[in-house]
């Protein structure tokens, strides 16, 4: 079973358009993510829910909207797409919060926009 | 606020070759430290974890030990092997970052036959 599991894993579309990933998590964890990789590898955080609640929102523009319809879900909804857009986005999950949050990554989802 | 500094890559090795990967952190607290690796075309996976000082995390042959008095958390192996090759990444957690994990830059370690 999959823990963690991302829908799509590949997604080209143009820009402009709206399109959303999906994330489902059956660990029974309470808090769920969402990480942007660059080009470079470089991670780092977009989003994170726990128990449904919004509890980070990084400087992320606004086209892009979470929605956690219930603790084990976590999509992404991204407006009028952008080619900087153009990442690999990963979902994970955590039980604890604070300093021991060790999380659990889907296989992610690579984006891109023509 | 919290940040990694890992050393720079690509690294490249021949199998069984002694590996190391530097990791030193900046944090506002206590945090949890971690090595996570990502094989092609696959999502992260935790590889060993360290959550006090003086912690040895450990996992299929790889070690890293939290040193707080160097804030590093250096990732070693004695002999690499060909499917060792991935990117790997240090990471830490903590209290006053609400959860996040914040990642150092990645290193891409390839493992030649």
């Known amino acids: 079973d999959t823990a963690v599991s991302q829908t799509p894993k590949y997604l080209v579309t143009q820009m402009g358009n709206d399109k959303s990933i999906k994330c489902e998590q059956n660990?029974?964890?309470?808090?769920m993510y969402w990480y942007k990789q660059d080009s470079k590898k470089f991670l780092k955080i977009m989003f994170s829910?726990?128990?449904?609640?919004?509890?980070i929102n990084e400087t992320v523009p606004n086209r892009f909207s979470p929605k956690s319809p219930d603790k084990a879900h976590l999509n992404l909804h991204i407006n009028s797409l952008e080619l900087g857009d153009s990442a690999v986005y990963f979902c994970?999950?955590?039980?604890?919060?604070?300093?021991?949050?060790?999380?659990?990554f889907g296989q992610g989802t690579r984006l891109t926009v023509v | 606020g919290n940040s990694v500094t890992q050393m720079e890559g690509p690294v490249t090795l021949s199998e069984e070759a002694f590996l190391t990967i530097n990791c030193t952190y900046t944090?506002?607290?206590?945090?949890?430290l971690f090595w996570y690796v990502q094989y092609p075309g696959e999502g992260l996976q935790l590889l060993l974890k360290?959550?006090?000082?003086?912690d040895k995390g450990s996992n299929k042959g790889f070690e890293a030990t939290y040193r707080k008095e160097t804030t590093s958390f250096h990732l070693e192996k004695g002999s690499v092997q060909v499917s060792d090759s991935a990117v790997y990444f240090c990471?830490?957690?903590?209290?006053?970052?609400?959860?996040?994990?914040?990642f150092g830059e990645g290193t891409q370690l390839t493992v030649n036959p």
């Open positions: 944090a506002t607290g206590y945090p949890s």
């Open positions: 990471a830490l957690s903590e209290e006053t970052s609400g959860s996040r994990l914040t």
């Open positions: 660990l029974g964890h309470d808090t």
């Open positions: 360290a959550t006090k000082a003086d």
């Open positions: 994970a999950s955590s039980q604890a919060r604070g300093r021991r949050a060790e999380a659990f």
């Open positions: 829910y726990n128990n449904k609640e919004l509890i």
